[in-house]
């Protein structure tokens, strides 16, 4: 499951730390960052706590709206962090979110230590709901 960390990996999951300390979490005190790359540029959010729980947003869905908002619709890579030991990998909504735009890009996972993780979207959610379904011929039925 888990790829080799490069160079552009850790680099990109610099942008996540560094957006992570612009997190707004007074409920939990969990801060996330995420950043996006997608067309050879990043993309950074962060989460953003609210009194209704429901109406949080997290870290990986704002750096995805960012890229959206700038034109992008196809993700290279995102990297994630957030202020766990170990490293913090994307909530099950995220996940799915997050396929809509390449069900096979790069995670890279990170936390408050050195260790730093790597690995694809579809690893993390196989079997993935994607266009492609909504694409399928009903075989006739109406």
Same mark, same amino acid.
């Given at each position: 499951?888990?790829?080799?960390?490069?160079?552009?990996?850790?680099?990109?999951?610099a942008f996540a730390? =560094?957006?992570?300390?612009?997190?707004? #979490?007074?409920?939990? +005190?969990?801060?996330?960052?995420? *950043?996006?790359?997608?067309? &050879? @540029?990043?993309?950074?959010?962060?989460?953003?706590?609210?009194?209704?729980?429901?109406?949080?947003?997290?870290? =990986?869905?704002?750096?995805?709206?960012? #890229?959206?908002?700038? +034109?992008?619709?196809?993700?290279? *890579?995102?990297?994630?962090? &957030? @202020?766990?030991e170990s490293p913090?990998?994307?909530?099950?909504?995220?996940?799915?979110?997050?396929?809509?735009?390449?069900?096979?890009?790069?995670?890279?996972?990170?936390?408050?230590?050195?260790?730093?993780?790597?690995?694809?979207?579809?690893?993390?959610?196989?079997?993935?709901?994607?266009?492609?379904?909504?694409?399928?011929?009903?075989?006739?039925?109406?």
């Amino acid at each position: 499951m888990s790829e080799r960390v490069t160079q552009a990996d850790l680099a990109l999951l610099a942008f996540a730390r =560094e957006a992570k300390q612009k997190a707004y #979490a007074p409920y939990s +005190g969990f801060r996330v960052g995420a *950043a996006v790359f997608a067309g &050879g @540029d990043i993309y950074v959010g962060v989460n953003v706590e609210n009194a209704a729980y429901g109406s949080t947003i997290c870290a =990986e869905r704002g750096a995805a709206m960012a #890229a959206v908002a700038a +034109g992008h619709t196809f993700f290279d *890579a995102i990297a994630i962090v &957030g @202020d766990s030991e170990s490293p913090t990998v994307p909530c099950g909504a995220c996940r799915q979110f997050l396929a809509e735009f390449n069900p096979e890009m790069r995670v890279v996972i990170g936390g408050r230590s050195d260790t730093v993780e790597v690995m694809t979207l579809d690893a993390l959610l196989p079997e993935a709901f994607v266009r492609g379904y909504l694409d399928e011929d009903d075989g006739g039925e109406e």
